[in-house]
């Protein structure tokens, strides 16, 4: 074999709660090794017909167009702003995290006129803020970040919705994260575009990307002057393949789409009420733990995510070797901080599979572990003692 | 379950003899299958590190910036234009089929200045062809496709890389159906660019796409006045993800790079060379079957794909009748004609694993069969007596 190594881990196996991918289920792993067949076959075609029917389920949504992005979920962002957005439109990007930023970076490159609303990584939006900025500047679109998966902040978009529509633009709203794991509803809320992830609360490997448009967004779509900047990534055309027409586009991932589908099974087995209720149970949990021997949430209380829990590192605890020990004692991946967080938060995952009483007691002990290593002052065991009272009190 | 319906087949197998996805062996399956990790995860950083390498060895390239865009191979022709094309950057795209048309729309919503040069459907470029439109007008990219899907026409490319380069643009070719399935010998021929994709000749699920990009390729990239159109596709952020800095730009397909390594070895033990000479054994061995119950070829002799055979239907045929016995009675899939050759021509792939004589000898054996119900004339078992005789005579 010359000089190539390939060395590749056969079947590691971690327990995966970082901001994503999230632990896959061995039925989601089965059916993602189904044979290969061709995308436009019949027998495939009809797997598109149950993805698009449970992701309408997911996101509460009669949308006709709801259907995967064959990308990851910023190329789920990708397609909503290149599609709705032309040269010279102007868009408003509520910023507080890295993916508003992100958001605002897709939008220039789409050629959007982007103004933005900015506040500090760890808050939500008041919606009067969105409405001042929209009062100094209208806009076709705004973006907004429903889970901001860099600072664990959820964001409520009830009265935003309102004032957004009131100035008679279009929402469009970032759901990788909460997808699955706390309520996303899109027609309630009105959203007009919405986006999400594979490999977050839906736990499904990484590489697909669900959306939904409603009708006021396939509108926009539709009587758009200007050809959309990505041909891989136009509405218009992916319609077709998705739609009755069955027209080629491009080759769908076809076994990504099979582990979405039993991915979206599990979540209808399960029930969306259901779901969210695990995810919120395991979530206070964990913060009872976490709250026990010292470690702070970084949002205000009210707006902690229960899959993403984002918390302060501890004065004098090296991050790094925290998180290294706890892959390599424990084989347990959490995520460190992005962009203004790097170094300063733990970012927590309780996503989809991965969100079980038992994570959270194995991490909770193994954290207590690596703090101790660290030499931090705290009472051995409490966090398991009021993990387990809050999860008995339930 | 409500009104929900799920009858997705569990284990369909089909023989994926279209235009890919082609027959995906086991092995690659089972990796596929394998427990998620993270991204940022060092043994999963080791697996991108060793399908660079083994895409390295694959494409023939010493390019360091060799590596998988997480979307299908049109998300791969896209990440090529759009990093090398700048608004108002002049291209020439050559057209001989679905796949030049495509690169052409793709290199307009990048806001190139194209011009194409176009010949008849099934024909290859002749270097003269390139020489007269570049004088006409000069470019910054030239591109071609090497193995053109839709008319099954291998484009030779030695003169018409001396032609491009000697005007100064870039050469940029599309190697989608090439790609481990005949010579793609990207630094021998000094190609800029080149794409393609993993459901092809690499037997792998669709979903990823190999690309590679040489040093002048990469220079035209950094040193670009404008930020590329496409955040999920910016290759001077993946590369950062790629390279050794290891900063986090979007979540790769975990998974499908599994798959993809399991693929690349299988490729690697074979080896390039006997690879290429099996694809090319069992074209040959098809060609004479099916010219025994006189079936032509759509390209020129001489310049067929091994991989892609396109064939004209024959005169009464009916095509979806046929093409629907095949799925029914025997699960072979074949494609249609795309564009200017619906209706009128098959496309027979031997891509990948799916290049064996068992295909062969059962696709003609059962072609015979579909045809003898359509009433056509011919001399029963010929197909199968010619490409014996030709598979003795290897």
């Not at 436009?40 to 949504?61: G, H, I, S």
């Not at 009708?215 to 200007?226: F, G, P, Q, S, Y």
């Not at 991915?263 to 733990?289: I, P, S, Y």
Request: negative net charge; glycine residues 10%.
């Amino acid at each position: 074999m010359g000089t190539i190594t390939m060395n590749t881990p056969n079947t590691l196996k971690r327990v995966l709660m970082g901001p994503g991918p999230s632990d896959v289920d061995p039925r989601v792993l089965e059916a993602l090794s189904r044979p290969t067949i061709g995308h436009l076959d019949p027998a495939f075609l009809e797997v598109l017909n149950e993805v698009r029917e449970l992701l309408q389920y997911t996101f509460q949504t009669g949308n006709e167009m709801t259907f995967a992005v064959s990308g990851t979920g910023s190329a789920g962002m990708e397609t909503c702003v290149v599609n709705l957005i032309e040269p010279g439109d102007s868009m408003l990007v509520c910023i507080n995290g890295v993916f508003g930023k992100r958001m605002t970076d897709v939008a220039e490159r789409c050629g959007a006129d982007t103004s933005t609303v900015e506040i500090d990584w760890g808050k939500a939006f008041e919606p009067g803020q969105i409405a001042d900025a929209l009062k100094k500047k209208p806009a076709k679109v705004v973006g907004i970040v429903h889970a901001e998966t860099s600072t664990g902040v959820c964001q409520p978009l009830e009265e935003i919705s309102k004032i957004v529509h009131d100035s008679g633009a279009l929402l469009l709203v970032d759901a990788v994260t909460s997808l699955g794991g706390m309520n996303v509803d899109v027609d309630g809320l009105k959203i007009d575009a919405c986006y999400s992830g594979t490999q977050k609360c839906l736990s499904c490997p990484p590489g697909l990307a669900p959306v939904t448009f409603n009708d006021a967004a396939l509108n926009v779509i539709e009587n758009r002057k200007t050809k959309v900047r990505s041909w891989y990534l136009d509405v218009s055309m992916i319609r077709k393949y998705w739609g009755s027409e069955r027209l080629y586009h491009h080759t769908a991932p076809i076994n990504m789409n099979y582990a979405l589908l039993e991915a979206l099974k599990m979540v209808r087995e399960e029930g969306l009420e259901q779901r969210w209720a695990r995810h919120l149970a395991n979530h206070k949990t964990l913060k009872a733990g976490l709250s026990a021997v010292g470690i702070e949430y970084v949002p205000e209380a009210g707006f902690e995510l229960p899959m993403l829990n984002a918390v302060s590192i501890p004065a004098g605890v090296d991050d790094a070797a925290v998180r290294k020990q706890l892959l390599d004692e424990f084989n347990i991946e959490i995520g460190g901080g992005l962009g203004a967080f790097k170094g300063k938060a733990w970012r927590i995952g309780l996503m989809g599979s991965a969100s079980t009483l038992s994570n959270v007691m194995l991490f909770l002990a193994a954290l207590e572990k690596c703090l101790a290593d660290q030499g931090v002052k705290f009472e051995r065991g409490a966090s398991i003692a009021a993990a387990t009272e809050q999860a008995g009190a339930k």
